[in-house]
């Protein structure tokens, strides 16, 4: 079951972020990658009832999660700034040594 939900989420995770490609020239990325992991958080939350029938909430379950999207949107946001500022940032160093 395990190996089962890790491509699950793998494979939505990486559609939501090919997807988030198209919408982020309309939108912009901020706004894409937010909703992005909102939506697929509250996938990941149906997915979750149906399997085990039942949610049974904690405070600590709860906000070890909400921590764990702050930080893989904080992440993302950073990986996308280097994609933009990448090449800069390479020519830069080339051109120190």
């Known amino acids: 079951m ?20 198209f919408s982020s020239q309309q939108v912009g990325f901020k706004n894409s990658l937010f909703w992005m992991l909102t939506i697929g958080g509250l996938f990941y939350l149906i997915v ?3 399997i085990i ?15 764990a999207g702050v930080l ?8 996308y700034r280097g ?3 990448g090449a800069c940032f390479y020519r830069c160093i080339y051109l120190c040594y």
């Not at 395990?2 to 490609?21: K, P, Q």
């Open 2 to 21: 395990t190996v089962i939900l890790g491509l699950l989420a793998a494979l939505t995770f990486g559609t939501g972020d090919f997807l988030s490609r």
């Open 48 to 50: 979750t009832f149906f």
């Open 53 to 67: 029938g039942e949610l049974s909430l904690n405070i600590i379950g709860l906000s070890n999660s909400f921590l």
């Open 72 to 79: 893989i949107m904080f992440g993302l946001l950073l990986l």
């Open 83 to 85: 994609i933009v500022d």
